[in-house]
């Protein structure tokens, strides 16, 4: 069964500073790969997807994340935060083939400080 | 991109009340939709898969008679939390995926039992 981790579940930033939330996930196919951002009581946004091709992919917002199969991982990056990101951040992973039901992280909460 | 709108936002219903959340897809049409469940501070876990013209598909230990879902139309699909108790106020999110694979997300409707 597929499954997320998210290791870190709050993490504080300066404005300015550089961000990595880090992912890493199991699964026995090849996976679809999400990053989403949640806003206080709204849904979900998604930042940036990886399904093949280019293991770094950019996504909106700045962000990008790298795909790296030997460490299972796949780590949301920013080189410099706006305390505009401050929000919960989930990754996900999918199937690529059937009825995409996506298993979610348990999420990383984002604090910004001025 | 895609948009995917719920309705209510949030409600308020007494306990043993019936309360039904729309899922509608804006401009496009979705033959399968997505229902999750959110607690406080916690991740999104799948309750179903609701399969327009279909039975929708419900994940180990939700309850069917208990979390009714309706996808009578390429554009809407309806949970409805039956007999509802304080047990059951949560977060609940749908999500919609388009001919790309890709889910687009909905604001979300926050239940409250009183």
């Known amino acids: 069964a597929q499954s997320v981790t998210q290791p870190d579940i709050h993490i504080t930033v300066s404005e300015g500073a550089s961000l990595e939330l880090r992912c890493n996930y199991s699964y026995g196919a090849t996976p679809y790969l999400f990053w989403y951002v949640q806003s206080p009581g709204q849904g979900l946004q998604l930042l940036l997807k990886y399904f093949s091709g280019d293991t770094l992919v950019q996504g909106i917002k700045g962000f990008e994340a790298e795909f790296k199969r030997s460490q299972s991982s796949f780590n949301l990056r920013k080189p410099s935060v706006h305390w505009s990101d401050a929000a919960e951040y989930f990754c996900a992973v999918g199937a690529l083939q059937g009825a995409q039901k996506l298993v979610f992280g348990q999420g990383t909460r984002l604090t910004i400080n001025p | 991109g895609a948009v995917v709108s719920q309705h209510p936002s949030w409600v308020i219903c007494k306990s043993g009340t019936s309360v039904k959340i729309e899922c509608r897809s804006l401009?496009?049409?979705?033959?399968?939709m997505f229902w999750y469940r959110q607690f406080p501070k916690q991740s999104l876990m799948l309750m179903a898969t609701s399969n327009e013209g279909s039975k929708a598909t419900y994940e180990q230990g939700v309850e069917k008679d208990k979390f009714l879902i309706n996808h009578a139309s390429l554009t809407l699909s309806t949970l409805t939390v039956t007999s509802a108790h304080p047990e059951d106020s949560s977060f609940y999110i749908c999500?919609?995926?388009?001919?790309?694979?890709?889910?687009?997300f909905g604001e979300g409707s926050r239940l409250t039992v009183l």
């Open positions: 401009d496009f049409q979705a033959t399968t």
């Open positions: 999500s919609a995926r388009v001919d790309t694979g890709e889910l687009f």
